[in-house]
């Protein structure tokens, strides 16, 4: 392990396990963003799933830690006012896209566990077989679907001015996986038009991405999750237009209240993008609460409840929880 690892895994096991740490937390709530949990630990590893991926194993290791050192609550108990009265600090789950998985692969752990979370919803996506482009994308450039769907996709991005870089066949397979993983990031500036063609070039998967709402209603029933939207479309909501800003938002909401009893009064901003504009079109939409993607912990108070702070949880740190100590203690120096 390099020393630098060392060093954050270290300063992070102290954080938690020293007084100075203890006293920061105190009375303080951290929200965990996770997106996937895969069936699979080995898969969840490579660099191009890491940051939104997480195995079976690595997410059990974190569940026993988290119980270890926080206390597990439900999402709007770190929200509401005068909810943080506890010795211990408070944690909550929260997930996003709305991934198939996170029923077949996430839930049972929770339900062994104990542990509640919260699942925002990209809600075209519910019950339907429309597919996310950066694991569509992603995945057949990876040849999961093999080699031929894979020649077919590149000669797509060729003809889109994109040629996959030669890195993208290294035989070293975390640079392959690495590369592929730059790759798909600079992808994030072409148009949804052309992202959706690019998908559309790609082979179904046997299953759907997404939940169904059946699903969506089966996990709410247990009373261990609830739901919320991260837009409908996923479209990154700073660069709509005012009209197609409240579509958006409109047509999310709708859905999570036909889908959901108890839907949450949370937005969720797709890739946590959000500016002023965005901030006060969701507010005027009834929502209470938004969660953004900067780092940080929550204190009930300074924060703008329209942009809170969440620590992204990647295979990496959901394996060594640790570094995700490390990283909240220094989210939460002042
Ligand atoms: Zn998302």
């Known amino acids: 392990m390099a020393i630098k690892q060392l060093l954050k895994r270290t300063s992070g096991w102290l954080y938690l396990n020293s007084p100075v740490g203890r006293n920061q937390l105190h009375g303080a709530g951290v929200i965990l963003m996770l997106h996937r949990v895969l ?4 898969a969840a590893e490579l660099p191009h799933r890491n940051e939104l991926c997480v195995g079976p194993k690595a997410f059990e290791h ?39 998985d996170n029923a077949l692969n ?10 509640p979370a919260s699942i925002f919803l990209s809600t075209d996506y519910i019950g339907s077989r429309q597919r996310f482009w ?7 450039l990876w040849g999961t679907h093999g080699e031929q769907p894979r020649t077919h996709l590149i000669e797509c991005l060729q003809h889109m001015g994109r040629p996959l870089p030669a890195l993208c066949d290294d035989p070293d397979m975390q640079r392959r996986s690495l590369a592929l993983l ?9 148009s949804p038009l052309d992202l959706n063609h690019l998908t559309d070039a790609c082979p179904q998967e046997s299953l759907p991405q997404a939940l169904d709402w ?9 009373g261990l999750v609830r739901f919320g939207p991260h837009g409908a479309s996923h479209a990154i909501l700073t660069g709509l237009d005012d ?6 938002l409109s047509r999310s909401r709708e859905a999570l209240r036909h889908g959901c009893n108890r839907p949450l009064p949370v937005y969720c901003y797709p890739n946590g993008d959000n500016d002023a504009r965005v901030r006060e079109h969701v507010a005027n939409h ?7 993607t900067g780092t940080g912990i929550y204190r009930g108070g300074a924060e703008d409840p329209m942009a809170l702070p969440r620590f992204g949880v990647s295979q990496r740190t959901a394996r060594n929880p640790d570094l995700l100590s490390w990283r909240i203690y220094r989210g939460a120096r002042p």
């Not at 988290?66 to 211990?88: W, Y």
């Not at 996430?106 to 542990?115: E, I």
């Not at 730059?182 to 072409?190: D, E, G, R, V, W």
Request: with cysteine.
């Open 39 to 42: 069936a699979n630990d080995r």
């Open 214 to 222: 059946q699903q969506v209603r089966t996990l709410e029933a247990s």
């Open 243 to 248: 009209q197609r800003l409240d579509e958006e």
């Open 182 to 190: 730059h790759f798909l990031q600079s992808l994030k500036t072409l």
């Open 106 to 115: 996430a839930f049972p752990l929770l339900q062994k566990y104990q542990v």
């Open 286 to 292: 009834d929502f209470s609460f938004a969660l953004g």
């Open 134 to 140: 950066w694991e569509s994308i992603g995945e057949t």
């Open 62 to 100: 974190l569940l026993a830690w988290l119980k270890k050192h926080f206390d597990c609550v439900p999402l709007m108990d770190i929200l509401q006012p005068g909810a943080l009265r506890s010795e211990r600090p408070k944690v909550a789950l929260t997930f996003d896209d709305g991934w198939r």
